[in-house]
């Protein structure tokens, strides 16, 4: 198998960037491209105290899966590719999101995991609750790059 997607429950089972470098190595890779996303402290001009993200597990990791397998058809099948984002409340630093891709070159690795963010971030029923330090929350949509990251 050369996909792993989940949705974990960060309080007891926080995500892992070596566990995806391990699962997308192979002894015909050249390369392996790794994005971790953590919980910044500042977001919009607001002070970011903690995150809480839910998530409908089934259906995320099908989307994931099936972002995916688009990712192999574009960029190969010996593409190997991991996806965990994490479900729960979140503190400032903690990591939301792993993905990995492992590939014979790093054109292919870094185009599949850019590519693993920017659909995840706007396709998968993620839902996101920031929650700031003046005691506010909102919920965020997620989106693709706009100008910042």
């Known amino acids: 198998m050369n996909t792993h997607v989940e949705v974990r429950e960060f309080d007891s089972n926080p995500l892992d960037a070596a566990e995806a470098l391990s699962f997308v190595d ?17 977001n919009q001009g607001r002070k970011v105290r903690a995150v ?32 965990a984002h994490a479900k729960g409340r979140l503190q400032v630093g903690d990591i939301s999101i792993v993905l990995a891709a492992g590939s014979p070159h790093r ?4 185009a599949a995991c850019r590519y693993l963010i920017e659909e ?10 920031e929650h700031y330090m003046d005691g506010d929350s ?12």
């Open 26 to 42: 192979a002894a015909g890779n050249g390369a392996g491209s790794l994005f971790v996303g953590v919980v910044r402290n500042l």
């Open 52 to 83: 809480s993200y839910d998530v409908f597990a089934p259906l995320a990791e099908q989307g994931f899966a099936e972002i995916c397998s688009e990712a192999q058809q574009k960029w190969g099948d010996d593409l190997r590719l991991y996806v």
């Open 107 to 110: 054109a292919e690795a870094f």
């Open 120 to 129: 995840i971030k706007t396709r998968s029923p993620i839902w996101k609750q």
């Open 138 to 149: 909102d919920w965020v949509k997620g989106h693709a790059l706009c100008g910042h990251d």
